[in-house]
């Protein structure tokens, strides 16, 4: 191979590995760290190196499969038609592209193009039997999406029955989304929560409709548009156009903002005008989506592996305005981790007074050459967390300033230190201050020890008078004390010291989750616990042994070896272990559910879905978050998912909650 060539494949797999890494980011964790314009432009790089050297393409290129992964969390589910995703254009000449293509590949026929705003949401796909909604799933891999049923059921938009004489048994597909004025006031209730902020409208949707718990869902602002009518067991009608008119027809909500022309430069025209007014509307759109009329040339067109050949989005550019980089501001995290943030002069992005930014690492800063001083360009593609793009570096007077990652903590003082092969420097200092409130902030959250009412607020006073300095002092805090606090009265004091002790009643699995052992989240823990079943066999595991478990490699068995190596790490769960916490997996040999494998679906009336769970642990038994061959019992309650139909497909033993109760020991 030649030089040259070996500098494509390397600039391939760089490619390769950034648009992974974000592809996780976007479609897994719902955490994007770039925006849509960036990560359109690393997939357009390495789609154009493609197309130059053919012979060069890569086997895990990303642009030999169609995006995305389903959550092991939900069940998953296959869709009734391939759910793929759209081919994006960013100019009239690349859309003048797209019709030329369009009428060669149909022999010159005339051709009807209906256009629709892109709204900037979550797509799902919504299965109707007899008229009844039994199904909603999110695109997922676009063949195998995520079961988000009772998610679906809490938009009230969303019609449970149809109306009589239209769609029956079909398929639908739009995009759940939420409105500007309903992201503002989420992010204002989690900034006082001390939770992140969602960073735009479709991370919000996404982060909603994969909430385990429906009530989360059901709380948030969430609305849908419904574009496609997939399939249908009875005759469709001809066009694209029609099938929306039938759906409407049959109580589906759909855009209002849906045209038909037969010419591509009234559709330029069109999307020309809709760029000017998007911005008046209640909620974001990114685009404009294209689609040809007819669904006998929409099938005689056909499909590429990711896209359909029929239809195409037209990407505005992303809103973007210059500013000055005053300083850079580092926060620092529950690990330790130091974050640098943009700190910006005032300046107004798609009608946001923007002012900070995150810089995610110095390799980031580093790579964009941002130095204080710089005139910069950032973004807000309707995000609410801002980007800068880049320095404009010929605005530049030497004055500028080259920014350099404090070594020190900037909160205690103590030595940053940053580890080979990672991007983050970390403070070392266990006692932080800032590490030691985050760190109670996550030991108290909901799915941790669920101290209700030990809030951020509260969290900051507790820490800065110096009466808890780690997560087992709450457990020593007294009455007069809170009562010294603002805003702690009376009853909320007894409220508060109530939770606490509530709190000890948590089985070792949330235990284990709440030290906030990094890379550990909820069901990591809950696999470490089942394999190891008390602290004290965990804490003397090797890495070898730790790694084996299901779930945890390499990396997530370095940082709990690191965890419980660490002598002021062994020194706090020995103070939890002496308030009462458990240590130890409550499932116990020989019980009466050892070796079973239980799956839940529906919602329970004695008890909540986490309190079954837990009691399937404590007699031995598993759980499971999908129907498999293992599963042995599958736990019915009011409105099942689609988990039941394949449970009774499978021939598995179907349990109503009573059964469950008298199996489990209970009345």
Not at 304 to 321: F, G, L
């Amino acid at each position: 191979m030649t030089d040259a060539k070996d500098r494509v494949v390397k600039r391939m797999r760089e490619l390769i590995e950034l648009i992974s890494h974000h592809d996780i980011k976007y479609y897994v964790e719902d955490n994007p760290e770039i925006s849509d314009y960036e990560y359109d432009t690393l997939l357009r790089e390495l789609r154009d190196l493609e197309e130059k050297h053919p012979e060069l393409v890569l086997p895990d290129s990303p642009t030999q499969r169609v995006s995305g992964k389903a959550l092991e969390e939900f069940p998953q589910v296959e869709h009734m038609v391939a759910m793929l995703s759209l081919d994006n254009c960013y100019s009239e000449d690349e859309l003048k592209e797209f019709d030329a293509r369009v009428r060669k590949l149909l022999g010159g026929e005339q051709v009807e193009y209906v256009v629709e705003l892109k709204i900037d949401g979550l797509g799902v796909a919504l299965m109707y039997e007899d008229g009844l909604f039994v199904r909603g799933a999110t695109r997922g891999d676009g063949r195998i999406g995520e079961e988000v049923t009772q998610n679906i059921k809490t938009i009230k938009s969303i019609p449970l029955r149809l109306r009589p004489g239209g769609i029956r048994t079909a398929e639908v597909r739009g995009e759940v989304y939420m409105s500007k004025d309903g992201l503002r006031k989420l992010n204002r209730e989690r900034e006082k929560a001390g939770e992140p902020l969602f960073a735009n409208p479709r991370n919000a949707a996404a982060g909603s409709i994969r909430q385990l718990d429906s009530k989360v869902a059901a709380s948030r602002p969430l609305d849908i548009f419904l574009y496609t009518l997939s399939y249908s067991k009875d005759s469709m009608p001809g066009t694209h156009e029609g099938c929306l008119s039938l759906m409407r027809s049959s109580g589906l909500r759909t855009s209002p903002q849906t045209k038909r022309f037969e010419r591509i430069e009234d559709v330029l025209g069109h999307i020309a005008s809709w760029e000017s007014k998007r911005d008046d509307l209640g909620y974001e759109i990114d685009g404009i989506v294209v689609k040809v009329n007819s669904l006998e040339q929409q099938r005689r067109l056909g499909y590429t592996a990711k896209n359909p050949r029929w239809a195409i989005a037209y990407k505005y550019p992303p809103k973007q305005m210059t500013t000055r980089l005053l300083g850079i501001d580092i926060q620092v995290g529950r690990t330790g981790t130091l974050t640098p943030v943009a700190v910006l002069e005032p300046v107004q992005v798609g009608g946001v007074t923007v002012t900070h930014a995150t810089l995610h690492n110095e390799d980031e800063v580093k790579r964009k050459g941002l130095r204080i001083g710089d005139h910069v360009l950032i973004e807000r593609a309707g995000e609410v967390i801002p980007q800068v793009v880049k320095p404009i570096v010929e605005r530049r007077t030497g004055a500028e300033k080259e920014f350099r990652m404090p070594t020190s903590c900037p909160v205690c003082g103590s030595k940053a230190v940053r580890e080979e092969g990672e991007a983050a420097r970390r403070c070392i200092n266990a006692s932080c201050p800032a590490q030691v409130k985050e760190r109670l902030r996550h030991f108290c959250s909901r799915d941790a020890m669920d101290i209700e009412g030990v809030g951020p607020a509260l969290v900051d006073q507790l820490v800065g008078k110096g009466l808890v300095h780690d997560a087992a002092d709450l457990y020593d805090l007294r009455k007069e004390q809170l009562l010294e606090l603002e805003g702690v009265a009376e009853r909320s004091s007894e409220n508060i010291l109530n939770a606490i002790r509530a709190s000890m009643d948590r089985e070792f699995s949330r235990v284990l989750f709440a030290l906030g052992i990094r890379h550990v989240g909820r069901t990591t823990a809950n696999d470490l616990a089942e394999a190891f079943r008390s602290m004290d066999k965990l804490m003397s595991a090797a890495r070898e042994e730790l790694s084996v478990v299901e779930g945890v490699g390499d990396v997530v068995a370095g940082a709990v070896r690191d965890f419980f190596d660490n002598s002021s790490n062994r020194r706090l769960i020995e103070r939890l272990r002496k308030t009462g916490l458990s240590m130890q997996a409550s499932g116990r040999a020989g019980g009466t559910l050892e070796g079973k494998v239980f799956l839940f679906t529906g919602e329970l009336s004695s008890m909540t879905r986490s309190q079954a769970e837990e009691k399937v642990r404590e007699l031995g038994g598993k759980v499971s978050p999908s129907v498999t061959k293992a599963t042995d019992y599958v736990v019915v309650g009011r409105d099942p998912g689609s988990k039941l139909d394949k449970a009774k497909k499978m021939g598995k033993s179907i349990l109503d909650e009573n059964a469950f109760v008298r199996m489990t020991g209970g009345r």
